[in-house]
């Protein structure tokens, strides 16, 4: 059984169906997108780790389900509350134009080796469970225990700070460096275009380097997994909202229990 600090908990498809139809901010997205529309694509994974799936999509409960085929951000909200998705992201690959990839029929699709790929985002995980815990132990031994995506405050106020030091020292490389509250920890992501152009045998030095210090999944930044929860999305793991830390200044006391930036509308009223 997972464990969450209190309050924090999955959220059901009544609550997936609220969010995604009253508050998912569709004009915040589409700021966020700015001139990057035609680069970008989307994925839903609709009930991999808390079970809860929308009935017409049970048999796709631990895949992948890819938007590619969108025009605008209300399109990418039909799509959610279509599927009712566990979790929402964005694809960190820039495309050419994403409209190709709708015509790829690859299995297995090397994208990085397609002419369509045009670089990939800068970015780094930093998940509360990769902290050590003296409460409860290492990341492997929480898996041994079936909780390896359980996490406590001590690991969230680690990995915080973590993310604010690691927001500086990429601020001394980068110009473009931005945080994301992912719903349980949070996401360093750069998008100058020298990160962008970066190789994967950059990447994986960079991971490495950075990997040393702190608590990321170093198979993110090297580009293992490209999928980030999309910012204004909801995480429906633990019911909180993803957004982009504006003020690092509030980070030092950003508690994910009671702050009214991440409560979504349906805890806030319960």
Not at 106 to 131: H, S, T, V
Not at 154 to 168: D, G, H, P, T
Request: hydrophobic fraction near 35%; charge should be positive; glycine fraction near 8%.
């Amino acid at each position: 059984m997972l464990r969450f600090p209190h309050g924090m908990r999955p959220s059901s498809l009544e609550e997936r169906l609220s969010f995604y139809t009253n508050e998912f901010d569709v004009s915040a997205v589409s700021r966020w997108i700015g001139d990057r529309g035609h680069s970008m694509k989307f994925a839903m994974i609709p009930g991999r780790h808390t079970g809860i799936v929308a009935p017409a999509h049970a048999k796709d409960k631990d895949n992948v389900a890819i938007i590619d085929t969108w025009t605008t951000v209300a399109d990418i909200r039909d799509f959610a509350i279509e599927y009712l998705p566990e979790g929402l992201y964005y694809d960190r690959n820039r495309y050419s134009d994403v409209q190709g990839c709708a015509e790829c029929h690859e299995k297995k699709p090397r994208c990085d080796k397609c002419y369509n790929y045009n670089g990939q985002q800068l970015a780094f995980d930093l998940d509360p469970e990769n902290i050590d815990c003296p409460y409860h132990g290492h990341i492997g031994e929480k898996i041994q225990r079936g909780r390896g995506l359980s996490f406590c405050m001590y690991e969230f106020k680690a990995v915080r700070s973590q993310a604010i030091q690691l927001r500086m020292e990429l601020g001394n490389i980068y110009k473009k460096v931005s945080i994301v509250f992912s719903g349980r920890g949070f996401h360093v992501v750069v998008d100058d275009e020298s990160a962008y152009i970066l190789s994967r045998k950059e990447r994986q030095s960079i991971a490495r380097r950075y990997g040393r210090r702190y608590a990321i999944d170093e198979w993110v930044t090297v580009g293992g997994s490209r999928l980030m929860r999309l910012p204004c999305s909801l995480n429906g793991l633990v019911s909180r909202k993803c957004m982009t830390v504006k003020e690092i200044r509030g980070m030092l006391e950003f508690d994910p229990r009671s702050s009214k930036l991440v409560l979504p509308a349906f805890l806030k009223s319960a």
